[in-house]
């Protein structure tokens, strides 16, 4: 029944990759098609000119080998002109029609239109940050069909770039500025897919860990999934904030935090709270003790407050053994997502290593649609 | 052009006396203001930094075997460091110093029938200054090493916790002004030093190359001086001139960057290009097709070349005004490139081919540059570049140029000149089956690539998702084979040292100035300034089987082209 479901389904929604080539991914977006017809002349030429180099290569060394025991041919010709002007300016010709056709569409690439629907987009180190109009956010990037979207994109440390290799887009985030990319893609993401985002400028660590999905959904749906993403923190009552939020807010925390206590580009979460409540021999870089900084009358009264202190301005004290990485998410977290992170941190004994909670099995109601 | 003095037949009884064995001891080569032993010492030095490049090369392939960790102990911070050395040691220390400073060292002075470069004494400074550079490098390696990539990108390369960035800045700094000693000396010897009779026009292509080579190299190489010095007083001093978090522009820097940096690619190819002429003219024994296209075509590629920098840059968010002028003036480096390859094609026509391991090699540079050069246009247009930049197709692309074509140039011109350096012949049959080895395994490793690039498989990458193993495990594996062809090489020409048939002054039928003199060349290269003939002409030229080489025979003075005694007349 349920395998029949599934075939049914992606019947139905039809074949993700459809289109791929073994040079292209699937077109999936207006910008696609132009592109990948420009792709496919340049190809031509390519095929074109290699197989005839290489024909006459073969050719030639097939026909003018030296014979032994007899003096070199010397009829060959030294130069001629009309021919070697004739190759220079064919291949000028030939570029120049590309060049036309790459310019064009290259300006509707670099011009978003005036009604796109625009997404905030903020990446560092190593992670994305996408944020809609109504203040929802969210870690993978979620659009509307059949309009343009525009995505205004900044960076917060490093340079990073965005690339969505099946829409044919791609552009760099630089810090200090920002950036556009516009794309529209006019197909519903099959259930169970998504898109690839890749970040593709060189950003260290996590370099190649920082890619999330595209889904792609038609306007009604994505209006449903705006709203609820924009409400899901609200709706969950406080005491059952740090097992419904916790998890899913850790995700964007597991590139750098285990749980299991592995030491990963930051300290591992697993006994974190003992250790710095009431703690023995934790350390920071500057040389003072979790005691000496934790506790009343201290700089963090509270072991809360350090993990906020941590999470909003996470250079103040940095723990010894580690490099001053973390970016601040300060803006990205209300108060109400510190207080399920730090809920996660204190009932770590009932969650896996994965970040799964252990106790009830499925109570998380349905909040996003995906 | 250079040469074959008819009147006066060749010197070929093997002199004693050489530049090997004129004086002995390790200071006699330490100290030495030879060119030729300069020459050598740059290359032992350029070969073994391929092998260190190499290595890492095979490191970083072998990790990409698999998603995630392959080799156990290499975390992406770990191969993060790989790339990065591999890059640095094979743009820095191999390729651009391989063909001007090690060959172009050796062969140029000879070629111009004189004694020495213009000034020694640079010369040997230039040497050291390169040792130097490739120290600072093995101490950022001590120093906790670096993870910047060859391109050394801002800001994260003023931020990263990597120690030894400073350190190899440091080195590459040094070695770019290894790079233009070289550069201004070449200059110089030729202007300077170019014999009577050898006109501009009369050069052996080889030295028109170089010569370009020679300008950029002067003229580029200080800019990445004065960039590396900008990043090195920002990361040290905190003084804000590529981070914006302290009001500085991460894209300056990579305007100044591959201001340098674009025009280099043509310092590695140019000289490449020169050897290609040589070799396929003096192999397929037949004056060179269009003489002057070619050598006015590499002074259009130096030109070009630096004016086209921006076209790193088209999704940085440079203006689209600037990113559709370096698109246009990108596509006319095809010209000149064009010219070279169609007029190296009609060199075969009706020529006296030998496939011998040189001729391989510059058939192989011809169809790896062609694909090199072609999928540049994929680059070039602004459209599909959007998608292809910063993916393994940008990767393919350069390798194809600067491996597959500047450094397989170099190892062609490295066995044309072999006999000459050393004196002493390599075994012929391993050197034709390990060249048709690391031209399979280069396309098998390369080739993938471009399918993976396209498809969207961004560089830089230690993770990836699993649709791409397929072309990650068959590309490691051309890898493999291309190691083994180059371990292959190392071992027959190591063997000729030892055992290798003693080479004659003339091997190959060549009919520039170096091929004259004795084989090792005598210590002054020749005892009276050689006179200078049109070097592509071989009509004069037969194999003499009591000489196991070439000769000059004026009995076939007879049968000269009638084009050539058209032209030679005036």
């Known amino acids: 029944m349920n395998i029949a479901s599934t075939i049914i389904s992606n019947l139905l929604a039809g074949d993700p990759l459809e289109g791929r080539t073994i040079w292209l991914p699937p077109p999936d977006s207006n910008l696609a098609a132009n592109s990948d017809l420009m792709f496919w002349w340049i190809n031509a030429v390519c095929y074109f000119f290699f197989f005839g180099i290489l024909i006459a290569l073969v050719w030639l060394v097939a026909s003018y080998r030296m014979k032994k025991d007899r003096p070199f041919r010397t009829d060959g010709p030294l130069h001629h002109l009309p021919l070697e002007t004739t190759w220079a300016v064919v291949p000028l010709f030939i570029v120049i029609f590309i060049f036309y056709f790459g310019f064009r569409d290259y300006l509707n690439f670099m011009t978003p239109p005036k009604n796109s629907y625009e997404i905030s987009v903020t990446a560092q180190k190593w992670g994305w940050l996408f944020k809609y109009p109504n203040g929802a956010t969210s870690d993978d990037l979620y659009v509307p069909t059949g309009r343009p979207v525009k995505l205004s994109m900044r960076s917060t440390d490093v340079l990073h770039s965005c690339f969505i290799p099946d829409f044919r887009v791609k552009k760099d985030l630089v810090p200090g500025r920002y950036s556009y990319l516009w794309f529209q893609t006019d197909k519903v993401t099959p259930e169970g897919w998504g898109h690839n985002l890749f970040c593709s400028e060189y950003c260290g660590t996590g370099h190649s860990n920082m890619n999330r999905k595209v889904y792609a959904l038609a306007q009604p749906e994505f209006d449903d999934w705006l709203t609820a993403q924009s409400q899901w923190l609200d709706k969950i009552p406080d005491e ?110 009932e969650f896996d290593t994965k970040g799964k909670y252990l106790k009830e099995p499925a109570p998380l109601p349905k909040v996003s649609m995906k | 052009m250079t040469t074959i003095n008819l009147s006066q037949p060749l010197d070929t009884t093997v002199r004693p006396d050489n530049y090997l064995t004129h004086t002995s001891g390790f200071m006699s080569w330490a100290f030495t203001l030879d060119h030729k032993r300069i020459g050598v010492m740059y290359m032992v030095s350029v070969l073994l930094s391929f092998f260190v490049g190499g290595v890492f090369a095979l490191l970083v392939r072998t990790e990409l075997l698999t998603p995630g960790q392959t080799i156990p102990g290499v975390t992406a911070d770990v191969y993060n460091h790989f790339f990065t050395l591999h890059g640095a040691i094979m743009v820095f220390l191999v390729i651009i110093p391989s063909i001007p400073a090690a060959l172009g060292n050796f062969i140029m002075p000879i070629m111009l029938g004189a004694k020495d470069v213009a000034f020694p ?122 981070d914006p978090s302290m009001g500085g522009d991460p894209v300056l820097f990579q305007h100044f960057f591959w201001f340098y940096s674009h025009p280099a690619v043509y310092i590695m190819i140019l000289p490449a290009m020169g050897i290609i002429s040589e070799l396929i003219s003096v192999h397929a024994h037949r004056h060179i ?34 990113n559709t002028l370096f698109s246009l003036i990108s596509f006319s480096v095809a010209i000149p490139s064009a010219v070279k390859v169609f007029n190296w094609m009609s060199t075969l026509y009706k020529g006296n081919i030998v496939l011998n391991t040189p001729m391989l090699y510059a058939l192989s540079f011809l169809v790896l540059f062609t694909i090199g050069g072609l999928t540049g246009i994929h680059l070039a247009t602004l459209n599909t570049d959007v998608h292809l930049h910063d993916t393994y197709f940008v990767v393919e692309h350069f390798h194809y140029v600067m491996m597959g074509s500047a450094l397989i140039g170099m190892i062609g011109g490295l066995h044309h000149w072999w006999p000459k350096m050393t004196g002493r012949m390599y075994n012929e049959t391993l050197g034709r089956v390990a060249c048709v080895i690391v031209f399979i395994g280069f396309n098998v490793t390369f080739f993938t690539q471009f399918f993976l ?118």
């Open chain 1, 240 to 349: 059952e904030l740090y097992f419904r939020a916790g998890p899913k807010l850790y995700a964007r925390c597991q590139q750098c935090h285990s749980l299991d206590g592995t030491k990963g580009i930051g300290p591992s979460w697993k006994d974190l709270w003992p250790r710095i409540n009431g703690g023995e021999n934790g350390k920071f870089v500057d040389g003072t003790s979790y005691q000496s900084q934790i506790g009343a009358g201290k700089q963090y009264p509270t072991p809360e407050d350090y993990i906020r202190a941590s999470i909003l301005n996470p250079g103040e004290h940095v723990v010894s053994g580690y490099g001053n990485a973390m970016p601040s998410f300060k803006g990205q977290l209300n108060d109400k997502g510190i207080d399920a992170i730090i809920g996660f941190i204190k009932h770590m004994d």
């Open chain 2, 121 to 242: 004494r640079l010369n040997l400074f230039s040497y050291y200054l390169w040792v130097f550079g490739a120290l600072f490098t093995v101490c950022s390696l001590l120093l906790g090493g670096f993870d910047t990539g060859w391109t050394f990108y801002t800001p994260y390369s003023t931020t990263t916790p990597a120690g030894g960035v400073i350190a190899a800045l440091t080195g590459v700094f040094i070695l770019g002004f290894s790079s233009i000693f070289t550069g201004l000396n070449f200059v110089v010897t030729v202007h300077k030093l170019r014999p009577p009779g050898m006109t501009w026009f009369r050069m052996p292509l080889f030295l028109w190359a170089i010569y370009a080579t020679a300008i950029i190299q002067v003229l580029a190489t200080p800019v990445l001086g004065i960039t590396l010095l900008l990043l090195i007083v920002e990361r040290a001093f905190n003084i804000g001139i590529f």
């Open chain 2, 289 to 322: 097709f269009g003489y002057k296209f070619i050598a006015l075509s590499s002074i259009a590629i130096a030109i070009f070349s630096f004016l086209v920098w921006g076209h790193h840059m088209f999704i940085s968010g440079q203006s689209p005004l600037l």
């Open chain 2, 453 to 570: 690039g396209s498809q969207g498989m961004p560089r830089r990458y230690y993770d990836y998702l699993p649709e791409y193993q397929i072309y990650h495990v068959i590309s490691t594996i051309g890898s493999y084979i291309m190691a083994l062809g180059f371990l292959l090489t190392a071992y027959y020409l190591m063997a000729s040292l030892f055992g290798g048939r003693r080479a004659p002054a003339n091997p190959w039928g060549g009919g520039s100035l170096e091929w004259q003199c004795s084989s090792p060349p005598p210590f002054d290269n020749f005892a009276k300034q050689p006179r200078v003939g049109d070097c592509y002409n071989f009509s004069a030229i037969r194999w003499d089987e009591k000489e196991q080489g070439y000769v000059v025979d004026p009995a076939l003075q007879a049968s000269v082209n009638p084009n050539l005694a058209a032209k030679n007349s005036h």
